[in-house]
C-alpha cells in the first residue's frame, strides 16, 4: 500500500496530474524500449537530442516566443488550452519540447537544475527564438523556471509558473507552515524510496500478481472536485501503466526528476534578488485555491518572500489549471500584455 500511496502522490503533486497527454511512442521491436522518432528534434552540445512540436503562428511571423516547459510524467503532448484565435490575435509562437528522458528526448543520466535551464538556453539558440524570450513552467516544469531565473534572467521576456511546486528542502521555508503538512513526509518517503529502494518500486509498479498503483487513482486527497472532474475526461496516462513504466530507461528517468526536483537545491528561490529592478521583464504565479498538491498558503508565502512576483490565484481552480481555457488565456493576456485581471487577484484574509 506504500508503494500505491506514493505514486499517487507522484502523480499529483510532480505535475502529471496536471497535463494527461497522448505520447506518439511506439517500440521499434519487441524487447526493444527505444521509441520510434517521429517529431523534429534538435542536438545539443553533448549530443543529447531534444524532440519539439509548434503551434501558435509562424515563428518569423510572430510578436511573442514561448518555450512551454511539462511537468513530471507528461510531454510536449501536453494540453494548454489557450484558443488558436487567441495565438493568432496576439502573434503567439509556443514551443513544447519533451524534456531529457520523456517522450522523443534522449535520457540524461547526468541531470541537475544546471542541466535543465541549459537545455532551455540551447534549445532556444538551435531554433532561433532571439536574444530573450518567455518561459511558462508548470508544476513540476517549474524547477527548470526556477533555474533559467537564476541562471539567465538575461535571456528572460517573462516567466509564468503556473501551480508551481514547492520543495519541502528549500532552507527559508518557515517551519510552522510545513510541520504537519503530511505531503512533507511524502516528499521524503518518495526521495527515500527512488534513491534506496528503485529496483523494488519498479518491480511492484510493474508485476502482475498483485494490483499495484499502475494506472491513475483519482484520489480526491490530492485532487480537488474541478480536478476530478478534469480526470474524468482525459485518456490516461500511458506513462503510468505498467507497459509505460516497464521501461527501465523511463522508469530511471522518471527517479531522476523527481529527486532533482525535490532534492537539495544549490540555491534558495526564496532567496532570490529581483533580477529586474527597471521591469525589463515580469514573473507570475498562478495558483489554485483549491489546489491540494500545492497548498494556497505556501504558495502565498513565496509571493510574500518575493514581492516582485506578480501572484494571480484562481478562487475556484486546482492543480489543472491548464485545462482551463480562461485561466490559460488570463495567463498569456497577463504574461505578454501586462493584464491583472480581477477574478485572479487573491482574496487575502483580513
Same mark, same amino acid.
Given at each position: ?18 497535463? @494527461? ?16 522518432? *517521429? ?6 552540445? !553533448? ?34 488550452? /489557450?484558443? #488558436? =484565435? ?25 541531470? *541537475?537544475?544546471?542541466?535543465? /535551464? ?12 532571439? @536574444? ?24 528572460? /521576456? ?5 501551480? @508551481?511546486?514547492?520543495?519541502?528542502? +528549500?532552507?527559508?521555508?518557515? #517551519? ?17 524510496? *527512488?534513491?534506496? /529502494? ?28 474541478? !480536478? ?22 523511463? %522508469?530511471?528517468?522518471?527517479?531522476? !526528476?523527481? *529527486?532533482?526536483?525535490?532534492?537539495? +537545491?544549490? %540555491? ?11 521591469? =525589463? ?9 483549491? !489546489? ?31 485545462? #482551463? ?26
Amino acid at each position: 500500500m506504500i508503494f500505491r500511496g506514493l505514486l499517487g502522490f507522484m502523480m499529483g503533486c510532480f505535475g502529471c496530474a496536471g497535463q @494527461p497527454t497522448e505520447p506518439k511512442i511506439e517500440s521499434k521491436a519487441v524487447g526493444d524500449d527505444q521509441p520510434v522518432i *517521429t517529431s523534429p528534434r534538435v542536438r545539443l552540445s !553533448d549530443g543529447r537530442f531534444l524532440a519539439y512540436r509548434e503551434r501558435g503562428v509562424p515563428k518569423i511571423k510572430s510578436s511573442y516566443r514561448i518555450i512551454i516547459v511539462h511537468g513530471f510524467g507528461s510531454s510536449k503532448d501536453m494540453s494548454f488550452m /489557450a484558443s #488558436d =484565435e487567441l495565438l493568432d490575435e496576439l502573434g503567439v509562437y509556443l514551443l513544447i519540447y519533451d524534456r531529457a528522458g520523456y517522450g522523443e528526448s534522449d535520457h540524461n543520466p547526468k541531470r *541537475t537544475l544546471k542541466s535543465e /535551464a541549459s537545455d532551455i538556453e540551447e534549445l532556444a539558440d538551435l531554433m532561433q527564438l532571439g @536574444p530573450k524570450y518567455y518561459v511558462i513552467g508548470v508544476s513540476l516544469g517549474c524547477y527548470p523556471a526556477w533555474s533559467c531565473l537564476k541562471r539567465i534572467p538575461n535571456r528572460l /521576456a517573462g516567466v509564468a509558473l503556473v501551480v @508551481p511546486f514547492v520543495n519541502y528542502k +528549500w532552507r527559508s521555508l518557515p #517551519d510552522n507552515l510545513t510541520r504537519d503538512d503530511y505531503r512533507k513526509q511524502l516528499c521524503q518517503w518518495v526521495i527515500w524510496v *527512488t534513491r534506496h /529502494a528503485r529496483g523494488l518500486l519498479h518491480w511492484w509498479l510493474t508485476q502482475t500478481i498483485f494490483p499495484s498503483a499502475s494506472v491513475l487513482d483519482q484520489n480526491p486527497q490530492f485532487f480537488c472536485e474541478k !480536478d476530478l472532474e478534469v480526470l474524468k475526461n482525459t485518456p490516461g496516462y500511458q506513462l503510468f501503466t505498467q507497459d509505460g513504466l516497464r521501461s527501465r530507461k523511463v %522508469f530511471d528517468s522518471l527517479c531522476r !526528476d523527481c *529527486t532533482v526536483a525535490f532534492g537539495k +537545491w544549490d %540555491f534558495d528561490p526564496l532567496e532570490l534578488s529581483n533580477p529586474y529592478p527597471k521591469n =525589463e521583464s515580469s514573473v507570475h504565479i498562478w495558483q489554485g485555491y483549491k !489546489d491540494k498538491v500545492v497548498p494556497v498558503e505556501l504558495q502565498r508565502h513565496v509571493w510574500e518572500r518575493l514581492p516582485w512576483i506578480r501572484y494571480h490565484e484562481v478562487p475556484d481552480g486546482g492543480h489543472l489549471l491548464v485545462y #482551463d481555457t480562461a485561466v490559460c488565456e488570463a495567463i498569456l493576456r497577463s504574461l505578454l500584455l501586462g493584464e491583472d485581471p480581477l477574478l485572479y487577484r487573491p482574496k487575502l484574509d483580513s
